[in-house]
């Protein structure tokens, strides 16, 4: 059984820092590309961040781009998202998808499987 935990997120204020870890068992984990989502009420998933099976290949969303670093380390099974200066907009629950197809430059993704969020809240 597929199984997605995300964790790290909270409440910083802007220009401040988190790191939001996804751990993923039932499945052989270096295998797959998996991905960074987020979704605000009212707006559909948003497509953050992706990174390839084996870690040599990852896109970032132009909002983010600079800011924002997807890693992966298979030893654990888990992917991160390394957010720095972080702002209000970047406000949203945070999910990690388990994709079957990837295409890292324009960059589109098919995920089948979903964590439960983490909400992420970037206020003074």
């Known amino acids: 059984q597929v199984q997605l935990v995300e964790s790290g997120g909270g409440l910083v204020q802007p220009g401040g820092s988190l790191r939001l870890s996804c751990a993923g068992s039932?499945?052989?984990?270096?295998?797959?590309?998996m991905t960074w989502y987020r979704q605000t009420p009212g707006k559909e998933r948003e497509l953050v961040a992706g990174i390839s099976p084996a870690g040599s290949r990852t896109s970032v969303a132009n909002s983010v781009k600079g800011r924002f670093t997807i890693s992966r380390d298979n030893s654990a099974n888990t992917v991160y998202l390394q957010m720095n200066t972080l702002e209000p907009e970047d406000t949203a629950v945070y999910y990690c998808g388990r994709c079957e197809t990837a295409e890292y430059t324009r960059p589109r993704y098919e995920c089948s499987y979903w964590g439960q969020g983490t909400q992420v809240t970037v206020s003074s």
């Open positions: 039932g499945f052989p984990f270096s295998s797959y590309p």
